[in-house]
Structure formats: structure tokens, C-alpha cells
């Protein structure tokens, strides 16, 4: 009977591999322990393949990974936004000489400029020597005649503003200096300090600084207090200043008092240095 399954089982492998048969067979075969042990005949080529094609679509994830200095082109383009070109720009911002549209000119003095301990006209003198005062004052006078501080066609000075006697407020003034009031004027003068020297809102601007330290200080027709724009401040200046701004005429009183009664609202303000 071990003879006859033999040579049944040889038959039928003659039989049944052929090239081009994929066919699998199997035959229980029993060993001694009454176990059945599967034996397995076929061909299978392609199937040792697949794994290879299944690693090809690898090396194309890693194509990004070349492409990924790519990525940091952004980088090298960020400089260009850090150019110095809006730097400069901006550099000239802060100048007060270059102001922007509308912008008022407001100038300040240099953060080094030394400023008066106090408001009295004596903290001044302390800075200043009357020989200084003097020589800046002629340097000034000297550019009006000559018609180099430019502007304004009409320039205001303080000549015709105390050309008559004053009384009492805007008492005996003449009909031409009321008619000044509402109108763009052109003034120059220096600084008088009222209550502070750094961050000022309003000063005096008077004609002569040796005046009001050395001599007789002027009266009331001979000062203009001057207010700076909205938000708009400055700080002393000694240097003679140039300022353009609606002039006014009002008897400014306190307390019973008039302390004023011409006012320049101011629309620039720019430091004179005289050489």
C-alpha cells in the first residue's frame, strides 16, 4: 500500500509541473508520531519582487529633503527688508528742519546746550555775559538790514510795536497795530523764560536779552508771549529765534493786572545761529 501511494504521488508531480503552471500542491505525508506535515511545490518570482517596488517610491520622499534649502531662500531674503535705506530715512525724521506736510517746525536746542538753573532773567546773566549778549544781538540786527532772514515778505518788529506811549492795557494803541491782530506775522527775538526752561508751553519773546539781564527791562508793549501749537513744546534757547504765527492783540489780565497784550501763536519756530 506505501509502494502504491508512492508512485501515485510521483504521477502526479510529472503531471502537474509544467513552466508555466502557478498551481501549489500539497500532500500530507504521516510521520511516525501520527502527526501530518504539509509539503508545499510552486513557483512564486514575482512575489520576491514586490518588495523592491514597494522601496523605489522611497527615495522619492526624500527628493523634499534636497529641495529644502529652497525653503530657506525666504531666509536670505529677509536682510532685504533690514536694508538701510529706512534707516536713513528715518534718521532725518527727527531733524525739525524737514518737517512733514502740515507739520510744524519746532526746533529744540542740543541735548548738550547747558540750561539756565532757573527762570529769573539773573540765571541767565549767570550763563551769559552782557559782551556776549551784545555781540548776538548786533549779529542779529546786522541780518535784518541786510534782508537775509527770509520767511515771511513782512517781517514784525519790535520797533513798531512800542512806537507809541504806553498807558494802561490797549489804551492810546494805534489803529494800525490793532489791525496786526489775526494776521501771519514774522518775529524774531530771544527767549525770556516764564515757568520753566525745558519742555516749555509758552515764553516771552523780547528784543534784547542784555535789557532784561543788564539794563531796563522793556515794558509791556515790548513783549509777546508766545504759545506753542497743541502737543508742542520746546526747551531755552539762548541762539536769537525766528518765529512765524498768527499775531494777536489782547490785554491779558491777572489778578487786576494786565501782563501782556500782544500774543504769537506759533506755526514754526527756528534757532538762529549767527556766525
Not at 542779529?140 to 518788529?157: S, V
Request: contains cysteine; proline residues 9%; aromatic residues 6%.
Amino acid at each position: 500500500m506505501k509502494i502504491l501511494t508512492s508512485a501515485l504521488l510521483l504521477s502526479g508531480l510529472l503531471t502537474c509541473q509544467t513552466p508555466s503552471s502557478e498551481l501549489t500542491w500539497g500532500v500530507g505525508v504521516s510521520t511516525g508520531g501520527g502527526a501530518t506535515g504539509q509539503v508545499t511545490f510552486g513557483q512564486d518570482p514575482v512575489k520576491v519582487q514586490e518588495p523592491k517596488k514597494q522601496q523605489e517610491p522611497k527615495p522619492a520622499t526624500d527628493k523634499p529633503k534636497v529641495d529644502e534649502p529652497k525653503s530657506d531662500k525666504p531666509v536670505t531674503d529677509k536682510p532685504v527688508t533690514d536694508k538701510p535705506k529706512p534707516d536713513q530715512q528715518g534718521a532725518d525724521k527727527p531733524a525739525t528742519d524737514q518737517p512733514k506736510g502740515d507739520e510744524p517746525r519746532i526746533d529744540k536746542p542740543a541735548k548738550d546746550q547747558a540750561q539756565p538753573r532757573g527762570t529769573d532773567p539773573a540765571d541767565i546773566a549767570a550763563m551769559r555775559s552782557a559782551e556776549q549778549m551784545i555781540e548776538v544781538e548786533k549779529k542779529l540786527a546786522a541780518e535784518l538790514k541786510a534782508g537775509k532772514i527770509k520767511g515771511l515778505d513782512k517781517i514784525l518788529p519790535f520797533d513798531e510795536l512800542t512806537s507809541w506811549p504806553y498807558e494802561d492795557g490797549l489804551k492810546g494803541m494805534p489803529k494800525r497795530i490793532k489791525e496786526l491782530s489775526g494776521k501771519k506775522v514774522l518775529m524774531t527775538g530771544f527767549m525770556l523764560p516764564i515757568d520753566e526752561v525745558q519742555n516749555i508751553k509758552e515764553f516771552l519773546l523780547v528784543e534784547s536779552l542784555w535789557s532784561c539781564c543788564y539794563g531796563q527791562p522793556p515794558d509791556i508793549h515790548g513783549i509777546v508771549r508766545v504759545v506753542m501749537p497743541k502737543g508742542k513744546t520746546t526747551d531755552y534757547f539762548f541762539d536769537p529765534l525766528k518765529i512765524i504765527g498768527t499775531f494777536k492783540v489782547e490785554a491779558t489780565v491777572m489778578e487786576g493786572y494786565c501782563v501782556d497784550i500782544f500774543q504769537l501763536h506759533v506755526e514754526s519756530l527756528e534757532s538762529l545761529r549767527l556766525k
